[in-house]
């Protein structure tokens, strides 16, 4: 059972895999985060055999069965997108992602930091990728690029594409909107989605809620774009993310924490 390292692209998580061929192996469900596909299953059933497959892999919330696909999947999800983002992820995938895990078999930070050092610096670095995909402000942005590219650099990491970063038109209204219909579908099959205790509160799981609606065929994303939104909630209310003790996975899992509305909660 392997443990795939987890590289960050413009913000998002993407777990990959080296086995021992050393072909390399990319987890479906993220892949499909970054390149916006709204139905996952559906996109791996175009794929040819030799291009996927699935292995168990560990994670934080125990041993799970997940969806591998390789190199020349990879290339043919990207291929099959017309997001923005599928050109830039590509281009990060082969100059950056691949040339490092073949030259050092790795990707990582620097081994001159220590394990703190690393840590704090990558938190920093998140924060200010996360501002920089927020703002429009060019002044802003030059401080924001001379930043990430120092510590891109101390932390042994590539300089992300500054310019395309946050370059995409702010969220539409009906992103919200979607992310709830889709959880209404999750509540029609009868499928536990809820972490929290609480009757008056909903503790979402963003990776778990990504597996299920692949799991389940439900077209739905968890972008950033979307996630972004959720943050602005009012109806129901943002409250922040929490580590609440899952009535799911029977551990502390850190979620995403909603106001249930006062129509639910009567329920």
């Known amino acids: 059972m392997s443990m795939p390292s987890i590289f960050e692209f413009e913000t998002l998580p993407v777990r990959i895999d080296t086995g021992e ?25 175009r794929l040819d055999d030799d291009e996927k497959g699935t292995r168990n892999v560990r994670t934080l919330g125990g041993p799970q069965q997940v969806v591998m ?8 999800l990207v291929l099959s997108s017309r997001k923005p983002q599928a050109k830039r992820f590509k281009r990060w995938v082969t100059h950056d992602v691949l040339p490092s895990l073949r030259k050092t078999g790795s990707y990582s930070l620097s081994e ?3 394990v703190n050092q690393q840590i704090s610096m990558s938190k920093h670095r998140l924060g200010l990728v996360k501002e920089l995909m927020r703002t429009r402000n060019r002044t802003v942005r030059d401080l924001l690029g001379i930043e990430i590219t120092q510590l891109s650099t101390a932390m042994g990491l590539p300089v992300p594409d500054l310019e395309t970063i946050g370059s995409v038109e702010p969220p539409q209204a009906d992103l919200v909107a979607d992310f709830w219909a889709a959880l209404l579908q999750l509540d029609s099959k009868g499928i536990a989605y809820n972490h929290s205790k609480d009757s008056q509160l909903f503790a979402l799981n963003m990776p778990h809620l990504v597996e ?8 739905a994303m968890v972008s950033t774009e979307v996630t972004n ?13 929490k580590a609440v003790d899952s009535t799911i996975r029977k551990t502390t899992t850190k979620c995403w924490v909603f106001k249930k509305p006062t129509q639910i909660r009567a329920q």
């Open 69 to 76: 696909i390789n190199e020349a999947g990879l290339y043919s």
């Open 21 to 45: 061929d050393g072909e390399t192996w990319f987890v479906a469900t993220d892949v499909c985060r970054v390149l916006e596909i709204a139905n996952p299953s559906d996109a791996y059933s």
């Open 229 to 241: 939104a959720l943050k602005r909630c009012t109806e129901p209310q943002f409250v922040g993310m």
């Open 212 to 219: 299920l609606f692949a799991a389940n065929g439900i077209q």
């Open 112 to 114: 001159k930091l220590t």
